[in-house]
């Protein structure tokens, strides 16, 4: 089989499993120029940049580098082959020796911490008599390309030796057991297919990928990321945290993108968190660009400051690549930390782009990682040819052209150390930190197959027998341990916990210079509202400001106010309305208003509410003081009228007007004025009673007293006229009994009324703003009005009466005095009647107190104040000389 055809079948099978994506290579050459070139903020740091991308290609065609395998190497009885991503695809065509294409590639300097973590566990691992005691560990490492034509390069060199010829080995010695890939899980997946035919156990150290958990497909494939079923959540709760609800979504159309659209519109929606819009961007560069522009305009004329980016490397190096170069102000970018977009920027413009919060998977901080670091130098690794290189590009040394051991011109006990914090971080990343347990696993499932399986088949190597790799495989999937940091490292997929989730901050300084800052802390297993912590003050939104950015549809509705759903938007979009009439919203962003109880109200504001003031006609008030002091007053009055009756009744005027009835007008005129006093005060339930009761009994005694003078008035005349009917009336004191069968007609209407449906204490909160009216309530309107109507029948026939004996002779006759009363006691009820239903509140009370003391006060002006007035000041006419007189004249 040839070379090239095993690696075409083996890129096609990753490929297809990634919707064909292509991986280009012109839309990242600028960015290659621009990869080296930024730090944290330390004296030295710009200067030591310039350097950097000064002497980058200045080692290019010399003969040491030229003599050197271009790996790390370390030998061991057993070896652990690494493929890691050291370079981009950029090219520096500066070069004038352009055939050695692996020189002439941009040195990613972060990436080398992989090497520098892989030797780290293997170094620790062989110094460890708990493991593996018998045997050592080496590795192997080599650059792995990102472009899908040649990522099984460097992997067919390992396997088959500098010929490359499939299936045949021309290495002298192959004692190899596992294999660690990543980043790109589409390179691991090319990778793998090739690995899959030798059954050779591989281990990813990147995010981990839903296609390479197909077991079917990849079964000896291993994945130490931790599994991201809280990131979702995670992201989320930070956007609840800030009151972020309007967000876009950047996602990359592979099978990451495709796992996390569903789960993020799932926890979104649930907490009401809106997509302002939503872009799946293809990785194929014709439809990239185009794509990259219609989101840039996206962007620009959205309302939302908040984005999620998740995706594959290469998508989301062209989108840095892409809007690096526009200005942008106050975006919030959310992503992974595999998603790290902190490069630097040779257009930066001071507080322009974005801010990045990234998500990165929690763990132990490994601190002695960094003495080891520090003391790393190409002296000590002198067969990492990597080490070599970045020691040339980065310090500026010279070496021997005989000895590539030698070093010259060196600054003195130069370290990775004094590198800026983002070419080179000396703390272990996310993914170092994944290798670092890879390699661990790797020892213990070697050291539990030595220790249980002493006759196991060993396969040889040159030097001994070593275990074969395809034995491996039982062990790996059952392996769990703890790694020297304490955490428990688990490589069963089905088996593996959420984890934590570190939220950094890249604090942006000018020339490039950033520092990444842990500012928060999401953890899935904590309780519920206490999931997140944030620490706001180490966040920089942008430079020279601590304000948090708004990423909203609609402004929040505050209290006072209900969200109303703007037509065909979406639900974060939505007009204020205010509450209607006695209801509140005490919070932001109700989507109802809540009714007050009765006994409550909505103050002015609409978000409270506030007791109502009972409201009732009081005594202590000036209109219930006032109708007091009338009802006392003419009740007063009524009672001297009454003893002047009494001390004048043997007087010719109170003689001639029957005494007897006169007496019991005014008796029922004062209970008249004082049943007014009932509808004064609190209402109760005996008041309630006795208000319609004594009213409509009281006023019965008096209107059908007036009925029975006048019917005496009458007869008295006519008795004179031939007849004997007329005086018999007369005689027999038939007047005498209207008054008892009319107030026992009334009294049964009363009885009646109390028997169906008596009057009660009621309240009406609606009549008057801020107060809950205490009143009594008539119980049946139609009995009421029975009473009130029967009332007025007696009034209406006593005017009638009244009115036809008006033109009798007027000495002592007071027919027309009782006609006048009758029609003020007529006209004050027909008027009550309309003004009665037209107030409201202690106001309809006063009309009904002022009606029984208008009409009260009208029968005895009209019938008593002119009698008064002949006997207390014109005694003359109150005798028979004076009424002779009168004749004579």
């Known amino acids: 089989m040839a070379a090239t055809a095993v690696a075409a079948a083996a890129t096609a099978a990753a490929k297809n499993k990634y ?6 290579n012109s839309i990242f050459h600028r960015g290659q120029d621009e990869e080296i070139g930024a730090g944290q903020g330390f004296p030295g740091a710009v200067s030591l940049i310039n350097n950097v991308l000064e002497n980058s290609h200045v080692f290019g065609g010399t003969n040491c580098f030229s003599r050197m395998k271009q790996r790390a190497h370390m030998d ?20 004038s020796d352009t055939s050695n294409q692996e020189e002439n590639t941009r040195f990613v300097f972060k990436n080398y911490q992989f090497v520098l973590a892989l030797a780290f566990a293997v170094e620790e691992i062989n110094k460890n008599p708990s493991l593996l005691h018998n045997m050592t560990l080496g590795f192997d490492i080599y650059n792995v390309d990102f472009r899908a034509w040649s990522t099984l390069e460097n992997p067919f060199v390992w396997l088959s030796g500098q010929y490359k010829i499939p299936n045949f080995t021309c290495i002298r010695e192959i004692n190899s057991v596992a294999v660690l890939t ?37 079964t000896s494939l291993y994945q130490m990321a931790p599994k991201d079923t809280s990131l979702a959540i995670a992201m989320v709760s930070l956007m609840l945290y800030f009151s972020w609800n309007w967000v876009g979504l950047l996602i990359s159309l592979d099978e990451n993108g495709l796992w996390i659209i569903p789960e993020l519109r799932e926890e979104m929606a649930k907490n009401r968190v809106c997509v302002a819009f939503e872009h799946v961007v293809s990785s194929n560069l014709l439809t990239q660009a185009l794509n990259f522009m219609i989101i840039h305009n996206q962007i620009t004329r959205s309302s939302a400051n908040v984005f999620i980016i998740y995706g594959d490397n290469e998508y989301l190096l062209n989108l840095r690549l892409y809007f690096g170069q526009f200005l942008m102000t106050g975006k919030v970018w959310l992503m992974t930390s595999q998603s790290d977009l902190s490069f630097s920027r040779r257009y930066f413009i001071l507080g322009s782009f974005h801010v990045p919060l990234m998500f990165s998977h929690h763990h132990s901080d490994i601190s002695w990682f960094k003495n080891y670091v520090r003391e790393v130098n190409p002296s000590k690794y002198p067969e990492d040819f990597y080490l070599a290189r970045l020691w040339v590009l980065s310090f500026n040394c010279s070496h021997s052209e005989s000895d590539c051991v030698t070093w ?7 370290s990775l150390e004094w590198l800026p914090g983002h070419i080179f971080e000396m703390t272990m990343s996310e993914e170092s930190y994944n290798i670092y347990n890879a390699v661990y696993a790797v020892a213990h499932a070697l050291h539990k197959m030595l220790l249980h399986q002493t006759e196991m088949p060993l396969m040889g190597n040159g030097k001994g027998m070593v275990p074969s ?27 593996k916990l959420d984890t934590d989730y570190d939220i950094v901050n890249n604090w942006n300084f000018p020339e490039g210079l950033e520092f990444k800052v842990k500012v928060g802390l999401f953890s899935p297993y904590a309780p519920h509202g206490h999931q997140l ?16 950015p708004h990423s909203i549809c609609s402004e929040s509705c505050g209290s006072g106010f209900r969200k109303s759903s703007q037509e065909e938007k979406a639900a974060c979009c939505f007009d204020c309305i205010p509450c209607p009439e006695n209801e509140i919203s005490n919070g ?6 809540v009714k007050c109880p009765d006994h409550l109200y909505a103050n002015s504001e609409r978000n409270q509410c506030v007791l109502r003031a009972e409201s009732f006609l009081a005594h202590g008030e000036p209109l219930g003081m006032a109708l007091a002091c009338m009802a006392l007053c003419l009740s007063t009055l009524t009672a001297v009228i009454l003893g002047v009756f009494v001390r004048y009744q043997n007087t010719p005027i109170v003689k001639a007007n029957n005494r007897a009835l006169s007496y019991i007008l005014l008796i029922s005129l004062i209970f008249c004025f004082l049943c007014s006093l009932l509808f004064i005060g609190r209402p109760n339930m005996v008041t309630c009673i006795l208000q319609q009761i004594a009213f409509g009994v009281v006023f019965t005694v008096a209107v059908s007293t007036v009925l029975a003078k006048t019917v005496t008035v009458v007869l008295a005349f006519k008795a004179t006229s031939p007849g004997r009917m007329m005086r018999w009336l007369l005689v027999s004191g038939a007047p005498k009994f209207i008054i008892p069968i009319c107030t026992l007609i009334q009294v049964s209407l009363c009885g009646l009324w109390l028997g169906t449906s008596p009057p009660f204490i009621d309240t009406d909160a609606y009549s008057e703003h801020g107060h809950v009216i205490i009143l009594c309530n008539k119980g049946s309107l139609t009995a009421f009005y029975c009473v009130l109507g029967y009332l007025g029948s007696l009034a209406l026939a006593s005017f009638t009466v009244a009115f036809l004996a008006r033109n009798l002779p007027d000495t002592f006759n007071e027919a027309k005095f009782l006609t006048f009363s009758m029609m003020v006691f007529c006209s004050v009820w027909l008027t009550f009647l309309p003004v009665y239903h037209s107030a409201k509140g202690k106001v309809m009370v006063a009309v009904e107190v002022f009606s029984i003391l208008a009409s009260s006060a009208g029968l005895l002006c009209c019938i008593f104040v002119p009698k008064c007035y002949i006997i207390l000041l014109k005694s003359n006419r109150n005798s028979l000389h004076g009424f002779r007189e009168k004749i004579h004249l």
Not at 76 to 92: E, H, S, W
Not at 409 to 414: F, L, R, S, V, Y
Request: glycine residues 6%; aromatic residues 10%; charged residues 20%.
């Open 19 to 24: 919707s064909n994506v292509e991986y280009p």
């Open 76 to 95: 061991g009885d057993v070896v652990i082959a690494g493929f890691f991503p050291l370079y981009t695809l950029g090219r520096d065509h500066s070069f």
């Open 182 to 218: 990543g980043i790109s899980g589409i390179t691991s997946a090319q990778i793998g297919t090739l690995l899959e035919i030798y059954r050779f156990p591989q281990i990813t150290f990147g995010p981990l990928d839903p296609v390479l958990s197909e077991q079917n497909k990849f």
């Open 408 to 414: 010259e011109n060196c600054p003195q006990d130069a």
């Open 469 to 495: 790799p395809a034995q491996l495989h039982p062990f790996l999937k059952k392996i769990q341990f703890h790694n020297p940091a304490g955490d428990k490292v688990i490589l069963n997929e089905k088996e």
């Open 533 to 548: 912590s944030i620490s706001e003050d180490t966040i920089e939104w942008t430079i020279r400001t601590t304000e948090i």
């Open 588 to 593: 932001t962003d109700m989507e109802q208003c």
